[in-house]
């Protein structure tokens, strides 16, 4: 893929540069500002923006506001958003509209090579990876306040694991459990939270977008 790199840390940002070199991808640019974001993916039009939260001029949320930018003036363009913290607000709002070729991964998650260049590659062929850390802590908050209370405790872990853009076959591997069971517990999901099929919306993603918005 032909990335560009959003990231105000030098370190962290050669850091990702040489990581998804070294993995076959081409990083056609990278900047330290959510400005210079902004142009260069104007420029490049690359498969995948990776972007940090935090970045000047204000180091509050320039990142995330240029990754919702892009989103509508290139819908697709890939955008995987790194965090140091879980912000739940971000996440959500990141979440809120078509959720194809989004992720929001914890910046501790790169240490882990495989797996953080697993999220690279879903965010970037349409996929949808949210960090488990951002899915617990959002399925904390929601469990406070609406309707997952329907849910049961298994139909809880399959809920979170698609919200990390897990797959059926992915889901029955991490739960030990047949590719059925998990049809059916999703199924049981779209029942709770009252998703009935139609011609146009993909309730997976309305599922998840339901106890994000709390």
Do not use: C
Not at 26 to 36: F, G, H, L, M, R
Not at 187 to 214: C, M, Q
Request: charged share 30%.
């Amino acid at each position: 893929m032909r990335i560009v790199i959003a990231e105000d840390s030098v370190l962290l940002r050669a850091g990702l540069t040489g990581l998804l070199a070294d993995a076959g991808h081409e990083v056609v640019a990278t900047v330290d500002n959510a400005d210079d974001l902004l142009t260069v993916v104007e420029r490049h039009r690359p498969d995948l923006a990776v972007v940090d939260v935090r970045m000047p001029p204000t180091f509050t949320d320039d990142g995330l506001r240029a990754a919702l930018q892009i989103r509508e003036r290139w819908p697709q363009i890939g955008i995987l958003v790194l965090s140091q913290y879980v912000e739940q607000t971000y996440a959500s709002e990141l979440l809120a509209s078509d959720t194809s070729g989004v992720g929001y991964l914890l910046k501790d998650r790169i240490a882990d090579v495989a797996e953080f260049l697993d999220g690279v590659r879903r965010v970037g062929e349409g996929g949808t990876v949210l960090d488990p850390e951002v899915v617990a802590q959002l399925l904390a908050r929601t469990r406070r306040r609406d309707p997952l209370d329907r849910l049961s405790p298994r139909e809880r872990e399959v809920l979170g694991l698609m919200a990390e853009g897990r797959t059926n076959a992915a889901i029955a591997r991490d739960l030990v459990v047949s590719d059925g069971a998990v049809e059916k517990h999703i199924s049981n999901i779209f029942t709770k939270l009252d998703l009935p099929p139609t011609e146009h919306d993909h309730r997976r993603v309305l599922a998840v977008l339901r106890w994000l918005d709390g």
